[in-house]
């Protein structure tokens, strides 16, 4: 029987239709500044997203762009001005940023209050503690995924493969808090295809367009697929062979359409709960 579809453009719609009544509920427009660093033209097209997300939920949205020229020092004061500034709520540095900038001297410099993204050492401790504030914005959308698609956690055995600090690592902290037996594999792992025939739950965070393939997932299984790639045709295709995994799972993600849709809707909710925090 082929799997189920979860549809993440149609969470991430209700997503933000919540969130977005939540902050019309508020005494204030919670407020998310966006920096953006130099011209990268994938990381406008994300930006200009993002504020067009936030304005429609109502927030009050700010972007700032530096030149690429911009120095670090630079960008460490506008950051200390951001953090200052009470009418900020959320900070977002896009990422990457122009060589000669450390980022993680820049994710250092955001009050982890601020902290939309998650990626402040304080906030990847609080969810290595098992008590998670901000999180970073595609786990949190899986696990919205999971929860909106009716899949607990709790007890199954999940293999999450990748392991940086944007989506694989926090992936595993946040489905290890929702109790479930977690492995994380990576370029490193003997045998791979026989560590994810053994997950309930599997999650895809690679960048390696179709890897996992349809032999790769036991019969049943949810698969999520994070991975955005690039085909030389132009399309985009996920970390998953898509018909060959659709085939044996019991419920997958697409992509386009599955995970992505989430990233921009968690960012909002992060948002939300940071000006809740601090107001
Ligand atoms: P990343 O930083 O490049 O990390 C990739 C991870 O996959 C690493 O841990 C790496 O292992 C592992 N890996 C690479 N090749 C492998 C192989 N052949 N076998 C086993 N493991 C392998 O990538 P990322 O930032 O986590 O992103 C992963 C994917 O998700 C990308 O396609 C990205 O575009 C996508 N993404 C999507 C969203 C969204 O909104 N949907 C957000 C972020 C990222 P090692 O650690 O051993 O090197």
Not at 96 to 102: C, E, K, S, W
């Amino acid at each position: 029987m082929a799997a189920r579809v979860i549809d993440g453009k149609a969470v991430a719609a209700a997503l933000r239709a919540e969130v977005a009544a939540r902050a019309a509920a508020l005494p204030y427009a919670p407020g998310l500044a966006v920096v953006l660093v130099g011209e990268d033209p994938a990381s406008q097209v994300y930006v200009r997203n993002k504020e067009r997300a936030a304005k429609a939920a109502g927030f009050a949205s700010e972007t700032i762009r530096l030149p690429a020229s911009a120095s670090q020092a630079e960008l460490l004061a506008l950051i200390a001005r951001l953090n200052r500034d009470p009418a900020v709520d959320g900070i977002l540095v896009q990422l990457p940023l122009p060589a000669g900038i450390d980022p993680q001297a820049v994710i250092r410099a955001i009050d982890p209050a601020k902290d939309v993204d998650g990626f402040h050492p304080d906030n990847v401790a609080a969810l290595a503690l098992g008590t998670p504030f901000l999180v970073p914005c595609t786990p949190r959308g899986v696990m919205r995924l999971l929860d909106a698609a009716g899949i607990a956690p709790r007890g199954a055995r999940a293999l999450v493969l990748g392991r940086s600090n944007i989506v694989g690592r926090p992936m595993a902290a946040l489905l290890l808090a929702a109790d479930a037996t977690v492995t994380i594999a990576h370029s490193r792992t003997r045998d791979l295809a026989a560590e994810c025939r053994r997950a309930e739950i599997l999650i895809a965070a690679v960048g390696r367009a179709e890897m996992v393939k349809g032999d790769w997932v036991s019969p049943g299984a949810t698969v999520i697929d994070v991975g955005i790639n690039r085909t030389a045709a132009g399309g985009l295709v996920g970390d998953v062979a898509y018909a060959e995994a659709a085939a044996v799972a019991g419920a997958i993600t697409p992509v386009p359409g599955g995970v992505g849709p989430m990233t921009i809707a968690c960012l909002l909710e992060n948002t939300l709960i940071a000006a809740a925090a601090r107001r």
